[in-house]
């Protein structure tokens, strides 16, 4: 059975950093594209940032890039997410989520999702 969990999540002030985790179990993620989307109340799905796990190669939204970082520990089936410099606006539940194959931002390839983990960022 696949199965992501995401972790780390909390609140923090503007400024802060956080690290999320994601968890993969059930499958190797090493042929798998993994995306880490968030969604804010009334707001759509927002892809931020993915990593091809074979290549390690990375893509951000222009949103988050020079603030957030990507990375991956195959030995543990875990991918992070490196968050500085919160600002308000970044507030929102964030997942991560699994495709096959090589994927962008957009949520259609990802067949595979985390439950979410609330991110806050308030003073």
């Known amino acids: 059975q696949l199965q992501l969990v995401e972790s780390g999540g909390g609140l923090v002030q503007p400024g802060g950093s956080l690290r999320l985790s994601c968890l993969a179990s059930g499958f190797s993620f090493r042929a798998y594209t993994i995306g880490w989307f968030r969604q804010a109340p009334g707001k759509e799905r927002e892809g931020i940032s993915s990593?091809?796990?074979?290549?390690?190669?990375?893509g951000y939204a222009d949103s988050v890039k020079g603030r957030f970082t990507i990375s991956r520990d195959t030995a543990q089936n875990t991918v992070y997410l490196q968050m500085n410099n919160l600002k308000p606006e970044d507030t929102a539940v964030y997942y991560c989520?699994?495709?096959?194959?090589?994927?962008?931002?957009?949520?259609?390839?990802?067949?595979?999702w985390g439950q979410g983990t609330q991110v806050t960022v308030s003073a």
């Open positions: 989520a699994a495709g096959l194959g090589s994927h962008g931002l957009g949520p259609a390839p990802y067949g595979y």
């Open positions: 990593i091809r796990s074979i290549t390690g190669s990375t």
